[in-house]
């Protein structure tokens, strides 16, 4: 096999990164990026459960080299002793050659590029989206982008817990953005949209090497009339370039269950990116 070309400027999924693997064990989780011969990497959890034992998990992997084969990867797979996968990408004929059985249909995610400049990053995203931006930006919208505290920052969560509640989904806990912040010091950023002194409007994003991974969001009726949120990424986009981060990972994207949603996300201008679903080895053990 030849030798693997993953890098550290790579795009790596938050859930196959080494930043991901460093919160998962500050909290006590077993969690390590293993490496695949010399064609890919895998993310593993690992996880004892009652009556079954040790269960190995990835979730949005491997990530595969570039160069790596059907045949190279089919190998990597038998030779993991993963359990379940959720492939990044529809590698359909790869699972099933390496002896795995689909349980889920993929998703869809929303991925958006980082354009080179704030104009660039404008003139991506679609008429509808561009003519919002602009008409927040008539309001003199002030956005700002700050590293996270969890002190500073602890109202945005409070926020979003009423959120949950009153439209009934769930995010990652509090904890897991400490966990994060605590391993990776200063990979976790916060945009704010401001109303004099007050802020309107948030959003948290994580950083992982070249991709950052939006984490939640909240805004007030104020922020919805100003548009906060479209000013608010088109700033984080071009704060996370001069990081280096060049794709920002927006989330589920799903037009029936959450249309205004994914019409934001869709109106930044991201590519729609379809994951490879939920897969069982079998036999399992």
Not at 17 to 46: C, F, H, N, T, Y
Not at 244 to 261: E, K, S, T
Request: with cysteine.
């Amino acid at each position: 096999m030849r030798a693997s070309s993953i890098t550290p400027d790579h795009l790596i999924p938050l859930w196959q990164s080494s930043e991901w693997a460093a919160a998962l064990r500050g909290i006590g989780r077993s969690a390590a990026v293993e490496p695949m011969g010399d064609v890919g990497q895998a993310l593993v959890l690992s996880r004892r459960i009652l009556g079954i034992g040790p269960v190995r998990f990835a979730s949005r992997g491997p990530v595969w080299a570039g160069e790596a084969t059907f045949s190279d990867r089919v190998q990597a797979l038998r030779a993991a002793r993963l359990h379940i996968v959720n492939p990044d990408r529809a590698d359909f004929d790869v699972m099933h050659a390496a002896g795995f059985v689909r349980l889920m249909q993929p998703k869809q995610v929303a991925l958006m590029l980082v354009a080179r400049d704030e104009d660039a990053q404008i003139a991506q995203a679609r008429g509808k989206w561009r003519n919002a931006y602009r008409q927040g930006q008539r309001q003199k919208l002030l956005c700002t982008v700050e590293r996270f505290h969890d002190l500073t920052h602890g109202w945005i969560f409070a926020k979003d817990r009423e959120q949950q509640r009153q439209k009934g989904f769930r995010t990652l806990p509090p904890l897991m953005v400490q966990a994060f912040d605590n391993a990776n010091t200063g990979c976790v950023d916060v945009c704010l949209a401001w109303h004099g002194e007050q802020p309107i409007a948030a959003m948290i994003f994580l950083r992982h090497g070249a991709m950052a991974t939006y984490h939640i969001g909240w805004t007030s009726e104020i922020g919805r009339a100003v548009r906060a949120h479209h000013g608010m990424m088109i700033e984080a986009a071009q704060s996370l370039g001069r990081k280096g981060v060049r794709v920002i990972d927006l989330g589920g994207y799903d037009p029936v269950a959450a249309p205004g949603l994914a019409r934001f996300k869709r109106g930044t201008g991201a590519q729609v990116h379809t994951l490879g679903g939920t897969w069982l080895r079998r036999p399992f053990g």
